[in-house]
């Protein structure tokens, strides 16, 4: 039997790094085993397009990270090349909200250090003479940006994992999985082999190696194809002049891509309609095998590339490639632990494994050997997919992604696919008052309410529709009372004679006294922000944890794993409760028509009672995310109904209304309450994230507790308040200080209250003398550092 450390299952761009990057960290003891040989999906996308555009600086750094792999560090290692062409590339555009969109992701470049050009018509024809300019307004030019031969390139990070002791096996299909003792036995032709740690990296494979692992894998194989075309006489002419090869040009509008090969072109298409395959498991026999063509899907897309560049419709086609590439639910790679299977990690699901490949594999290979990843993870993390995440809607958001591929991605975005998933047991009140919902982890939620039917966002970078709805129900918590739906939140339980401690040694807070309800913030090895949990001590040997919907399954791993050192057991019970929101001045005046319990001096701000509510026994915290009086009513999810009821009637003589997370999330920046996933990251410590009152670290131990004394937290959060536009502040937009940025924006919006814009920005320099600015959508505006929340910033709404 072959003993091996680490597992990798899967030989593409994804897995090899993965190899790659464990060996020059010192692991030698690695057995990467592949189906085929190596690069099976990446010769089917040989475009091999490299690219930092993207909307995450996360995904950026994947990419970045393969672009400097491929062109500087492998053939520097191998002295070889790995195709690299340092083309460049653009995005050209007849859409005004495109040209919004590529202002915001140059000003979040900026800051990451991967700059981008935002072009004028004319630059676009200095840049790509062959294309036409009828109808462009603009577009976006990245010039380190490149394509790369995929085999060179993978073959290259073997030859170095080896040199490194990695042990690869070509030609050698998983055949089973199971979980013996401590570790996993897999079965291969070659060999059997007992590992402490398996990573899925079976790309095409992902799902059904998932399945033999006991993960769900929410990936969807889905049929691209591109075409490869003879000699083209402008692009021959070109090379004849000595002139540089051209940018990659894509044109999201009509959905394609297209470069230069050699004296041809290589022309990929987005057909809207996307076009699954072998959706319950690829067949064994599959291999390295090509589709037969079907150019007629896309023949309107080569039409509209070809009077676009005219010059597609004279090489004639030499080959037309047409293969699987795998989409996740939100087109993000999944990378990370499995949930809820000890020993499992995920590196797969990319539907760019070259692009994203290398980077990949220095990701993980930093969680893996480091005990967190070098970056935020949220928007890689495998676990922002639950169980919820079925057949139906895998493959429903696999087509929906593939056809938006080029979609412009908005502020607020809500796309329409995979919906319905996870229903409060308000979920039909809520729509029958007007809610318009959104999508949280699978749950529906009310963003904002209207008083017309079948309403929706229009979406917009600038303010959209519901800007004024949510004035309205801000105005109404702030003067009298209104209620929310919050049973998205994740909701754990904590019992045991171990609670105590268990608690106390979460985080960087201590536990709150029975009856009563604070903050814990749980951090990474590294000192990181890694989850925010709302704790109520309901008894020496009881507690009641809730956290961001999003988090359920990072949570859950996170408590079960703390769990294992305590005499605690952990139950979620996110679906089994339910929890209602009253807010405002008067809730106390509504609540108290139904309840027989003390409201007043004994329920003091920060507590927990166990109360009952028109016959409903209730868990109520008097908390609030808005800045006003009032409570959240935890209450069984069959019982909601009846306690919403109750509390409608009772609060229609207080003209009481509804509010939604839109209004939720101004209210809570007038306050400067920091989000999870947005201004709470793995990033950032909880004293430069502006957590500092919630962070006691003397005589106390606990995960990350080191590192957070020993980090250099050279950064801080900041309140700002913006100077008014057409467009409000909502995230990634950096913030300078003279000629310098020297920050970003992690959340903004529109403080109703208080009539102005605000933004939260973590900051990485003293500020000085000089004023600062925020630059949305490639305008710049004033910013004010408030050295208070501007909403009652003594509380004493809160506390009345």
Request: proline letters at 6%; aromatic letters at 8%.
């Amino acid at each position: 039997m072959t003993k091996a450390q680490v597992l990798i299952i899967g030989g593409g761009a994804m897995g090899v790094s993965l190899a790659y990057h464990l060996g020059k960290a010192g692991w030698s003891d690695v057995v990467l085993t592949e189906k085929n040989d190596l690069t099976h999906g990446s010769t089917w996308h040989a475009a091999g397009l490299c690219t930092h555009f993207a909307h995450s600086a996360t995904i950026q750094a994947l990419r970045a990270h393969s672009v400097r792999l491929y062109r500087d560090v492998l053939p520097e290692e191998t002295g070889q090349s790995c195709g690299f062409h340092r083309s460049g590339a653009m995005r050209v555009t007849k859409n005004p909200d495109r040209m919004d969109e590529f202002r915001h992701v140059a000003g979040l470049s900026a800051f990451t250090g991967y700059p981008l050009e935002v072009l004028t018509p004319g630059r676009i024809a200095e840049l790509h003479p062959l294309a036409r300019l009828d109808g462009l307004i603009g577009g976006i030019y990245e010039p380190d940006d490149g394509h790369v031969d995929p085999s060179l390139a993978t073959n290259a990070m073997a030859q170095v994992a080896q040199r490194h002791g990695v042990t690869i096996l070509r030609q050698n299909p998983v055949l089973s999985i199971r979980r013996e003792g401590d570790g996993w036995i897999v079965e291969t032709p070659k060999a059997t082999i007992r590992a402490l740690q398996v990573v899925n990296a079976a790309g095409t494979w992902g799902f059904e190696v998932g399945r033999m692992m006991g993960v769900n894998v929410p990936s969807v194989p889905v049929l691209h194809q591109y075409l490869v075309t003879d000699t083209v006489p402008e692009v021959a002419a070109r090379i004849a002049a000595g002139l540089p090869e051209l940018p990659m040009i894509r044109d999201p509008e009509e959905s394609w891509y297209l470069r230069q090969e050699r004296d041809g072109l290589i022309l990929g298409p987005y057909e809207k309609e996307a076009q699954v395959w072998s959706v319950d498991g690829v067949p064994p026999e599959f291999g390295a095998e090509l589709m037969p063509p079907d150019l007629d899907r896309v023949e309107h897309i080569i039409e509209a590339a070809m009077a676009r560049v005219p010059a597609v419709g004279n090489g004639g086609v030499k080959t037309v490639v047409n293969g699987p590439i795998t989409f996740t639910p939100d087109a993000n790679p999944l990378i990370g632990p499995a949930h809820g299977v000890p020993g499992a990690w995920l590196l797969t699901g990319s539907s760019m494994g070259v692009m994203e490949g290398g980077g990949a594999g220095w990701f993980l290979a930093h969680w893996m050997t480091q005990g967190a990843p070098p970056m935020d993870a949220l928007a890689v993390d495998s676990r922002r997919f639950g169980p919820w995440a079925d057949r139906d809607f895998r493959v429903a958001k696999a087509v929906e992604c593939f056809g938006l591929q080029f979609g412009v991605h908005y502020p607020y975005e809500e796309r329409p696919a995979g919906r319905g998933l996870r229903l409060s047991p308000l979920h039909d009140r809520m729509v029958t008052r007007g809610a318009v919902m959104g999508a949280a982890h699978g749950w529906e939620r009310p963003n904002w309410f209207s008083d017309k039917p079948g309403d929706r966002a229009q979406e917009s970078f600038n303010r959209s529709n519901w800007f004024a709805v949510v004035s309205r129900e801000v105005a109404r918590v702030t003067s009298g009372v209104a209620m929310a739906d919050l049973s998205v939140f994740s909701k754990f339980e904590i019992i045991g004679p171990g609670t105590a401690e268990f608690l106390n040694t979460l985080g960087a807070n201590t536990a709150p006294r029975v009856g009563r309800v604070g903050l814990i913030h749980a951090l990474t090895p590294a000192g990181g922000v890694l989850s925010e949990f709302t704790v109520a001590r309901l008894a020496e040997d009881q507690a009641y944890l809730t956290s961001a919907a999003a988090a359920e399954e990072i949570d859950l791993d996170l408590l079960n794993a703390h769990a294992a050192d305590h005499d605690v057991t952990v139950a979620n019970v996110t679906e089994r409760l339910g929890v209602i929101g009253l807010m405002g001045p008067t809730s106390r005046a509504v609540l108290a028509t139904l309840t027989d319990a003390d409201l007043d001096a004994g329920f003091p701000w920060l507590s927990v009672r166990q109360i009952s509510v028109a016959g409903v026994d209730v868990r109520a915290l008097r908390v609030s995310y808005l800045g006003e009086l009032g409570w959240e009513l935890h209450a069984d999810a069959t019982d909601l109904g009846t306690l919403f009821d109750a509390l409608e009637t009772a609060g229609t003589p207080h003209g009481l209304g509804f509010y939604g997370a839109y209004a939720a999330n101004s209210m809570r920046l007038e306050k400067g309450y920091r989000g999870w996933g947005a201004d709470l990251t793995t990033e950032r410590s909880p004293l430069e994230s502006g957590l500092g009152a919630f962070t006691k670290t003397e005589g106390r131990a606990f995960p990350g507790r080191e590192a957070l004394l020993t980090r250099s937290n050279d950064w801080h959060s900041a309140l700002l308040q913006v100077e008014e536009g057409p467009t409000d502040p909502f995230y990634a937009h950096p913030v300078w200080q003279g000629g310098r940025i020297i920050g970003i924006v992690t959340s903004g919006g529109f403080g109703h209250r208080v009539g102005h814009a605000l933004a939260l920005a973590l900051l990485r320099e003293p500020l000085s003398g000089e004023p600062l600015s925020i630059e949305i959508l490639g305008q710049r505006h004033a910013a004010t550092v408030l050295a208070r929340p501007p909403f009652d910033p003594d509380n004493a709404r809160l506390r009345g």
